[in-house]
């Protein structure tokens, strides 16, 4: 039976860090489902549009990804695309408070959820979209932290 993750996040923007464990997933599912969400915690700078193509363009070298955006309850994506797998990465012990919290609500709702935590390389374990942000905004040299269509993008906003 073909296995199917989904791989939920803002990607605000997509970053090397997000693309390290998908390739990492990818080694463990057929298929990843990388799922733009909006985090009503975060503002984004991409609109869902730009954020979609933008990993689209980052992606289009890798086999068996998929891109979309849903803006409802992850559960309930996942229900519709008949898979129990989300992946979450992990970069440092800041994050697992968060993830743990999520992955064990989610699993209270539906016992057949598994959320899969991938480690990042350890060079990426610092890197997120908001310092890549702050980074870009004051003309710093982003080229090793992301894609070169966010490079791009990313000089287009500021
Ligand atoms: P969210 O708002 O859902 O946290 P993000 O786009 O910030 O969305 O992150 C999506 C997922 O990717 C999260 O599991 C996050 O921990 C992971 N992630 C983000 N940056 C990195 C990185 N540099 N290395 C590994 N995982 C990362």
């Not at 990492?24 to 599912?29: C, D, E, P």
């Not at 992946?87 to 994050?95: Q, T, Y």
């Not at 598994?114 to 390389?121: A, G, P």
């Amino acid at each position: 039976m073909s296995k199917t993750a989904v791989y939920p996040g803002t990607f605000d923007p997509i970053t090397n860090g997000h693309l390290d464990i998908l390739q990492r997933a990818l080694k463990i599912f057929d298929k990843i489902i990388i799922l733009v969400a909006d985090n009503p915690n975060k503002k984004t700078l991409f609109s869902k549009e730009e954020r979609l193509e933008i990993i689209k363009e980052s992606t289009k070298d890798f086999q068996n990804v998929e891109v979309e955006y849903y803006n409802s309850l992850l559960l309930n994506f996942l229900k519709q695309k008949n898979t129990n797998f989300i992946i979450r990465g992990l970069r440092a012990v800041s994050d697992f408070e968060y993830e743990f919290q999520r992955a064990l609500l989610n699993r209270e709702v539906n016992q057949e959820i598994e959320t899969v935590f991938i480690m990042t390389k350890d060079k990426y374990s610092y890197l997120s979209s908001s310092i890549v942000k702050e980074m870009a905004m004051f003309s710093g040299d982003v080229s090793k932290f992301v894609p070169k269509i966010v490079e791009t993008k990313l000089k287009e906003k500021f």
